[in-house]
């Protein structure tokens, strides 16, 4: 008697109906799993199986269950019914494709690599409230990317502190001033005083340059204390609320996307935790994955890597990443990416941070083009002359790059960028 039917969630060649989700995945079977086994039981434990055969399984059953219809070396495709997921519920649909699948012993590594969307799953979320036209509408910004940078060192700085290192940062040309990752409101520097002395510097660096100038304020908390958090930033006339969505969770950011639209906050995504289940190409879920997920729950932008910062993260990463959050429509690339239709969604845009400088801001660009959120933080504190040279000399870095001429070109009418290059050059930080 058989004690198992993974074979059963197993048809080479089917051909998905346009309403079924696509997964991607890399999978590693276990020894003496075959491949078609080894697919067979991910589609059946993130869909409807269980380990054994059963008693009682009606045939209505069989409409629910996923199938693995496409197996190329160690990559396999799934599909999965409309039906088996919740309208609207992203966190519902983890608990599937990015469930209990990573930890079958009958698979040595899985990897989810991406999924195709459909409409019909699409039409249930909102997407960004903004996208990037209402985030540059907004700004005040065309044509160059919006810059940004986090105070440094990353957490230590009382709020008074803070909001000088901020002022001169908007000072020197920069839109944003961003919190660290790790700083909420801590004993030396709470949140209501750094949102009140933010706002009243903001409001300075807005009248001295007639620019627009903006704050990524860090809310992450428990859910009820980051709603409160994010109405106090509305109430200060703030555009923006950040949030560690990946600590987080995929739930509060749900729950936080739709207060902060309401309270017309734009959401600036931070990644941290991200490394521990994106960084092995075997195993775990990819950032192509987080980035769509983070869309489709509506954050306006997440941090997309540098390639050539201090963090890990290739080129062709960055590069499909940004394709997932900036564009309409992307289309399948080898086994990194899916089609993707994304309707009426609004964008988002990519974030590139991490071990940045004036003289990497031009590999940068060459990667993303003008479309990003570049954060430089490290790389105009420590410049010799201060954060507002060094927030000056890499606004010079981004000119250079739109007139196409070298830095060290730039540099000979360009004093903080000369002096940036001195010290760094082209440096890329491991
Ligand atoms: C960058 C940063 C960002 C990282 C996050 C930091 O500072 O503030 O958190 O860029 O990584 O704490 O390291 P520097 P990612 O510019 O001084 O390096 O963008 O890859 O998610
Ligand atoms: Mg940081």
Request: proline share 4%; charged share 25%.
């Amino acid at each position: 008697m058989a004690i198992d039917w993974y074979m059963d969630f197993v048809e080479i060649g089917y051909k998905p109906a346009g309403d079924e989700l696509i997964c991607l995945y890399y999978f590693e079977p276990a020894e003496g799993i075959s491949k078609e086994e080894a697919v067979g039981r991910v589609a059946s434990e993130s869909s409807t199986g269980t380990w054994t055969t059963l008693f009682t399984l009606p045939p209505r059953m069989k409409d629910l269950q996923a199938t693995a219809f496409e197996i190329d070396g160690n990559f396999a495709k799934i599909a999965y019914p409309l039906a088996l997921w919740e309208e609207g519920n992203a966190v519902q649909l983890m608990s599937g494709i990015a469930g209990n699948i990573f930890g079958m012993k009958a698979l040595t590594n899985l990897r989810l690599v991406d999924v195709t969307l459909p409409p019909a799953y699409l039409q249930h979320f909102k997407g960004p409230h903004f996208g990037n036209d209402g985030i540059r509408d907004m700004m005040k910004v065309r044509g160059r990317p919006l810059t940004g940078a986090v105070p440094k060192p990353k957490i230590g700085f009382t709020a008074k502190e803070h909001a000088e290192v901020g002022y001169e940062t908007w000072m020197g040309g920069f839109d944003f001033v961003k919190d660290d990752e790790n700083l909420t409101s801590t004993s030396f520097n709470r949140f209501d005083e750094r949102v009140r002395l933010m706002t009243k510097m903001r409001n300075k660096a807005e009248q001295e340059t007639g620019e627009r100038k903006s704050a990524f304020i860090n809310i992450t908390a428990d859910t009820e204390t980051m709603k409160k958090r994010a109405q106090q930033l509305a109430d200060a006339g703030w555009n923006y609320a950040m949030i560690d969505v990946v600590v987080a969770g995929t739930a509060s950011v749900m729950t936080m996307r739709d207060y902060c639209s309401d309270l017309g906050l734009a959401i600036h995504a931070h990644r941290a935790m991200h490394a521990a289940f994106d960084r092995s190409p075997k195993h775990g879920i990819t950032m192509q994955f987080l980035a769509k997920l983070m869309r489709l729950v509506g954050v306006s932008q997440i941090h997309s890597g540098t390639a050539v910062g201090k963090l890990v993260g290739t080129k062709q990463e960055a590069t499909l990443i940004a394709d997932v959050l900036r564009e309409q429509k992307t289309k399948g690339f080898g086994t990194m990416l899916l089609d993707q239709d994304w309707g009426r969604i609004k964008n988002a845009f990519p974030v590139s941070s991490g071990g940045l400088h004036p003289g990497l801001v031009p590999d940068v660009l060459d990667i993303y083009g003008p479309d990003l959120v570049l954060l430089v933080s490290g790389g105009i504190h420590g410049h010799p002359k201060g954060t507002r040279a060094g927030a000056e000399a890499t606004m010079q870095a981004i000119e250079a790059w739109q007139e196409g001429v070298s830095l060290e070109e730039k540099a000979k009418s360009a004093q903080a960028l000369a002096q940036a290059l001195e010290k760094w050059g082209h440096h890329k930080p491991v």
